[in-house]
């Protein structure tokens, strides 16, 4: 099993700015990419940020230019940057990772509990 947890979120004014957190946990596995998507209140989830194992990266539009996702030396874990903060920021961020367990071919697909962001004046 693989158990992902968010953290980072909070309140915060527009223009502000966040940095959340996924850690992953578990045994022998290894993530091939990995996801933020938010939900805001009445409206579906959509995709926020994605990273692959090999770097790369995709964003939404609606981020473009004031989102970043990266990793750093922590093992398993990946961060999501929101800068210049807006209203319509505001949800709650899920991170979603998927990869292999093991040497494979088993895999695995799974979601964080979500950290809420507000984006209040």
């Known amino acids: 099993q693989v158990h992902l947890v968010e953290s980072g979120g909070g309140m915060v004014q527009p223009g502000g700015s966040l940095r959340l957190s996924c850690a992953a946990s578990?045994?022998?596995?290894?993530?091939?990419?990995l996801s933020w998507f938010r939900q805001a209140p009445g409206k579906q989830r959509e995709s926020v940020a994605a990273?692959?194992?090999?770097?790369?990266?995709a964003y939404a539009v609606s981020v473009k230019g004031r989102a970043t996702i990266f990793r750093d030396n922590t093992p398993n874990t990946v961060y999501l940057q929101l800068n210049n903060l807006k209203f319509e920021d505001s949800a709650v961020y899920y991170c979603?990772?998927?990869?292999?367990?093991?040497?494979?071919?088993?895999?695995?697909?799974?979601w964080g509990q979500g950290t809420q962001v507000t984006v209040s004046s």
């Open positions: 990273i692959t194992s090999r770097g790369s990266t």
């Open positions: 979603n990772a998927g990869g292999t367990l093991g040497s494979g071919p088993r895999r695995f697909d799974t």
């Open positions: 578990g045994s022998d596995f290894t993530i091939e990419h």
